[in-house]
C-alpha cells in the first residue's frame, strides 16, 4: 500500500508571511500532484510535476519534486487571505496505475 | 460546459436505507473514481473504473458498490448505510496520459443516523 504523508496538517498565519506544506511517503510516484479544494466544493488540480527535481512556479506558488519521486513540498511566498483553504498532494502511478494515493490535507488559513 | 455533476448534493438517511449516489460525466473520460473524504484522513478511493463495463475496489470497498453501463455515468450504492459511511462523497474522472490528471465533483454530503 502506497501512503502519503502531509504536513502539517493544520497551518494559521498572518497575511504576508511564507509557508511550507510537506508531501512524504517511501514509495516512488509517476508524477505529483497538488490539488487545492474549497469548501463546499472538489478539489481542483493546481499543479502536476513529474521529474525528479522538477521545480513548477505559479504566481506566488512553488512546486518542488524531490530528486527520487518520493516527497514533494508547496511553497507559498507572502501569504494572502484568498489562499485559505485545503491544500491536498496525491501521488499517481507507481504500484497504482491510473489511481491516486493522497495525502491527509493541509487546512491553511491566511488572516488578514 | 458542465464536467462532471453528482446529486444530490446532500442526504440525511436512516441506518439500514440504501442510498445511491449520481455521478454524470459530459468529458467522455474513460477512468472515474468515487472517493470518501473525512477530516484528517484526506481523500480515500472507494472503487474505480478504468472504462466502460469494468470495475475495480479501491481502499475502502466494504459498504458500497458500483457499476458502469457507459462511460457518463458511475453511479454508487450503499445497500445497507450504516452510521460510519457519514461522509463528504467525491467523484472524479480521469484524462488519459502520463499526468493522470483527475476531475472532481461538487461532492455529496452524506448524514447517516
Known amino acids: 500500500t502506497q501512503l502519503l504523508e502531509q504536513s502539517p496538517q493544520f497551518l494559521s498565519i498572518q497575511e504576508g508571511e511564507n509557508l511550507t506544506v510537506y508531501c512524504n511517503s517511501s514509495?516512488?510516484?509517476?508524477?505529483l500532484q497538488w490539488y487545492r479544494q474549497e469548501p463546499g466544493e472538489g478539489p481542483v488540480l493546481l499543479v502536476t510535476v513529474v521529474t525528479g527535481g522538477e521545480v513548477k512556479k505559479l504566481k506566488r506558488l512553488t512546486f518542488q519534486f524531490g530528486d527520487a519521486r518520493k516527497d514533494s513540498s508547496l511553497h507559498i511566498t507572502a501569504a494572502q487571505p484568498g489562499d485559505t483553504g485545503l491544500y491536498l498532494c496525491a501521488g499517481a502511478g507507481g504500484t497504482s496505475y491510473g489511481k491516486l494515493t493522497f495525502g491527509q490535507g493541509t487546512i491553511l488559513t491566511v488572516h488578514p | 460546459i458542465a464536467g462532471i455533476t453528482q446529486a444530490p448534493t446532500s442526504q440525511i438517511l436512516a441506518a439500514g436505507r440504501r442510498m445511491t449516489l449520481r455521478c454524470t460525466q459530459d468529458m467522455r473520460h474513460n477512468a472515474m473514481y468515487w472517493y470518501r473524504q473525512d477530516l484528517g484522513l484526506g481523500l480515500r478511493l472507494i472503487h474505480y473504473?478504468?472504462?466502460?463495463?469494468?470495475?475495480g475496489k479501491g481502499e475502502v470497498p466494504d459498504g458500497y458498490s458500483v457499476s458502469r453501463a457507459n462511460t457518463d455515468d458511475f453511479p454508487l450504492t450503499l445497500a445497507s448505510a450504516v452510521p460510519s459511511q457519514t461522509s463528504v462523497y467525491f467523484c472524479a474522472s480521469r484524462t488519459s496520459g502520463s499526468t493522470d490528471t483527475q476531475y472532481f465533483g461538487p461532492g455529496t454530503r452524506l448524514t447517516v443516523l
Open positions: 514509495s516512488v510516484f509517476s508524477s
Open positions: 473504473s478504468n472504462t466502460a463495463g469494468t470495475t
